[in-house]
């Protein structure tokens, strides 16, 4: 993984703050930027990222534990191989 930047917030011209953010290198060469609100964010390539920018399993959105707190991570993982989703 590539080293992750801390772009602090800056004022504009007139005043309004302009938000920082935390940005790293994608594995295909582009910036990827993750502002404070956005849990996951993903790459123009399709390579998905948390907000703290580790990389994501392509299949990470198939786990039911994302969507349902009744189910745990490991059961969510197997159920999404076995189709019983």
Not at 13 to 20: K, N, S
Not at 56 to 64: C, P, V
């Amino acid at each position: 993984m590539s080293e992750i930047r801390r772009v602090e917030d800056t004022v504009d011209a007139e005043g309004f703050i302009v938000a920082g953010y935390t940005a790293w290198d994608c594995d295909c060469g582009r910036e990827i930027r993750s502002y404070g609100y956005r849990s996951e964010v993903d790459c123009e390539c399709g390579q998905w990222y948390n907000a703290c920018g580790n990389r994501l399993r392509s299949n990470w959105q198939s786990n039911r534990s994302n969507y349902d707190e009744d189910i745990s991570d490991m059961d969510g993982y197997e159920s999404s191989f076995a189709g019983d989703w």
